[in-house]
């Protein structure tokens, strides 16, 4: 079966600091992958997708970037963090080439910028 | 424009109750739709989806919701809600091969 890692868990980083959380994927191959922002009360932001290895979609322009250097592996970054960056951060996957894919989230990281 | 709406922002049913949470949805084609519950601190876990065939969709928990193209509604219902029941629930439309449009969340508390 599948399953999905996220870490870490839980981050507190202060502003102008450096970010990198990591999900991978075990149990499937050539997967999509997704980095979510969710805020209270306003649901969840799609901010990258990716369909292949090195191949990164950004939906929202913003202070993060996201890379895929492995099949599995997905990786949100940043050079300097702001206090708008708070948030809990939810990667997913799904299986590519279904006409609707159905998306499955891994347990999410949350980030705290003081 | 594409949305979801999910108007109840928190719900408080009583153990044993029966629980309709409500999302409507604005989109031109086909939907495809999901409902995800979020126990706090944890990630999202599918609970059920419609894609085409019968309007009426079982899921996991013992939960069902009902796709309703006249009234672009697709509703969660549970006949008696457990207190482990009592977390967010999302409801979701689907935009492309890709892409999910989420309403904001519904909250549930559950009273002993």
């Known amino acids: 079966s599948q399953t999905i890692h996220q870490w870490p868990a839980t981050l507190v980083q202060p502003v102008g600091s450096p970010l990198s959380l990591e999900c991978t994927v075990e149990?499937?191959?050539?997967?999509?992958l997704y980095w979510y922002r969710q805020a209270a009360g306003r649901g969840l932001q799609l901010l990258f997708y990716?369909?292949?290895?090195?191949?990164i979609s950004s939906e929202v322009p913003q202070n993060l970037s996201a890379s895929r250097p492995q099949d599995r592996q997905f990786i949100l970054s940043s050079k300097k963090l702001l206090l708008s960056d708070s948030g809990f951060y939810l990667c997913?996957?799904?299986?590519?080439?279904?006409?609707?894919?159905?998306?499955?989230f891994g347990p999410g990281t949350r980030l705290l910028v003081l | 424009a594409q949305s979801v709406t999910q108007p109840d922002i928190h719900i408080t049913v009583s153990e044993g109750a029966s629980l309709e949470l409500r999302c409507n949805y604005s989109?031109?084609?086909?939907?495809?739709l999901f409902w995800y519950v979020q126990s706090p601190g944890q990630g999202l876990q599918l609970l059920l989806k419609?894609?085409?065939?019968?309007?009426l969709v079982q899921g996991i928990k013992g939960f069902e919701a009902e796709f309703k193209r006249s009234q672009s509604s697709f509703n969660l219902r549970k006949p008696s809600v457990h207190w482990s029941d009592a977390a967010e629930y999302f409801c979701?439309?689907?935009?492309?091969?890709?892409?999910?449009?989420f309403g904001t969340g519904t909250r549930l508390k559950v009273l002993a």
């Open positions: 997913a996957w799904s299986v590519s080439g279904d006409v609707q894919e159905t998306q499955y």
């Open positions: 149990g499937t191959s050539n997967p999509n």
């Open positions: 990716s369909v292949g290895i090195g191949q």
């Open positions: 989109y031109g084609a086909t939907p495809y």
């Open positions: 419609y894609f085409s065939g019968d309007t």
């Open positions: 979701a439309v689907g935009v492309g091969t890709y892409k999910y449009i």
